[in-house]
């Protein structure tokens, strides 16, 4: 019976990815209610949930797509891919208030700009204190601060090593997660309560996987804001990381 | 009918993946620059000149908020496939990295935001009702 069970599960990987995301969100939820009295948005929890079981299954199996790579799990890959991802992100946008966003336009643009040259700047200035010195190392992680496609993609220009290549990845990583977990947290201090907020925070805290996580936990009419301005934070850092940031680099270390 | 409303989003989605591509190669860059958001803001034109003439009906809306509403679910799906290993096996220097932009970014943020909301540019949002429940 039991083997009937995992085998249907097998052969209908997405349609069992929706049920085990309502079972988390249900449960995110219950705990948000009971546990915390409604203080912790439940889906900050499901977020964070989600993390959770994603080191659980990248422990068991040692592979790098979290639960997904467990069979019973798989269509959590398509379900949360960028291909959906991108989709619902976009569906976001039919609740929109055009002019709350063009209030706010050239603000968005600011931070996208600031989003981009400060955590590279941070990047390499941890980079130089643990000992590096060559500007294709500093540059490519630095360029990981920005978002981890901004990292391998200008490493890959660049002509970094794989090492570098994964430290890179792993400091965008590392930061996509702290922001999706600190948004909510943080959402005080960072005023984030309106739509120009949110398109400010947007292009500052870049990585769309963050952002989007983030301002979801924190206040679900926010996301579309944040991420109408998010998602050219990608492009503009593998425009700049390559090319301006990369020189501006080798003109001071190299 | 529901199909047109999801196909209405998905017609902007690959119009607006298409352009950001083309974008970026235009400008030299291997990745696609802002497709999604020029795809968001097709959607925002295509529903303000349909709405205007009459034809997005309540059903064709549907087609679109659905996905819209799916939006938590998919990332929290996201989240259960991210390399969360590789994030906590990146060692001092990734968690320094990521943790010193993220605590600068936020201080930015907070900077900015205090600044216009002291110009009064967001007072006409109404703000602290608690977003939608999930269920």
Redesign the interface.
């Known amino acids: 019976m039991l083997d009937k069970f995992m085998h249907e599960i097998a052969e209908n990987q997405l349609v069992a990815?929706?049920a085990v995301?309502?079972i988390?969100?249900?449960v995110s939820?219950l705990l948000a209610r009971h546990l915390t009295g409604g203080r912790v948005?439940?889906?900050a929890i499901?977020?964070?949930?989600?993390?959770a079981?994603?080191?659980w299954?990248?422990?068991v199996t040692g592979k790098?797509?979290?639960?997904?790579d467990l069979t019973m799990?798989g269509g959590?890959?398509l379900?949360?891919?960028a291909m959906?991802?991108?989709?619902?992100?976009?569906?976001?946008?039919?609740?929109?208030q055009?002019d709350?966003a063009r209030?706010?336009g050239w603000?968005g643009f600011?931070?996208l700009f600031?989003?981009t040259v400060?955590?590279f700047i941070?990047?390499v200035?941890?980079?130089m204190a643990?000992g590096y010195t060559d500007p294709v190392a500093l540059t490519t992680?630095?360029a990981?601060?920005i978002t981890y496609?901004v990292g391998p993609?200008t490493g890959?220009?660049i002509g970094a090593s794989s090492d570098v290549m994964?430290?890179s990845?792993?400091?965008?990583?590392?930061?996509?997660?702290?922001?999706?977990v600190?948004t909510p947290v943080?959402a005080g201090?960072?005023?984030?309560?309106?739509?120009?907020?949110a398109m400010?925070?947007g292009g500052?805290?870049?990585t769309?996987?963050g952002v989007?996580?983030g301002l979801?936990a924190?206040?679900?009419?926010l996301?579309?804001y944040g991420?109408?301005?998010a998602?050219?934070h990608?492009?503009?850092g593998?425009?700049m990381g390559p090319s301006v940031l990369f020189l501006a680099i080798k003109a001071i270390a190299g | 009918m529901v199909i047109f409303g999801t196909a209405l989003l998905a017609g902007c989605y690959l119009l607006g993946v298409l352009l950001g591509d083309i974008l970026g190669a235009l400008i030299g860059v291997k990745a696609n620059v802002g497709g999604v958001g020029i795809a968001m803001m097709l959607l925002m034109a295509a529903q303000y000149h349909m709405r205007k003439r009459g034809l997005m009906r309540p059903e064709t809306e549907k087609g679109v908020t659905f996905w819209a509403m799916m939006y938590i679910p998919v990332v929290v799906a996201m989240a259960a496939t991210q390399n969360v290993i590789v994030a906590v096996k990146g060692g001092p220097i990734a968690l320094l990295a990521a943790f010193g932009s993220v605590a600068l970014c936020a201080c930015v943020i907070s900077l900015i935001n205090r600044a216009i909301r002291r110009t009064g540019a967001a007072a006409a949002w109404q703000a602290g009702a608690p977003a939608a429940e999930l269920e």
């Open positions: 990815a929706f995301v309502g988390i969100v249900w939820n948005h439940g889906s499901a977020v964070l949930a989600g993390l079981l994603a080191y299954g990248g422990l790098t797509k979290g639960m997904a799990f959590l890959a379900m949360g891919g959906m991802r991108d989709f619902c992100i976009v569906a976001t946008a039919s609740e929109v055009i709350e209030k706010a603000l600011i931070g600031l989003g400060l955590p941070v990047g200035a941890v980079a643990f992680i630095g990981g601060a496609i993609v890959a220009a994964a430290l990845i792993a400091t965008g990583v590392v930061k996509a997660i702290l922001v999706m600190f943080l201090f960072m005023r984030l309560d309106n739509p120009q907020a400010v925070f500052l805290a870049g769309v996987s989007s996580a979801a924190t206040d679900r009419r996301v579309p991420a109408l301005v998602t050219f990608t492009g503009l593998c425009l």
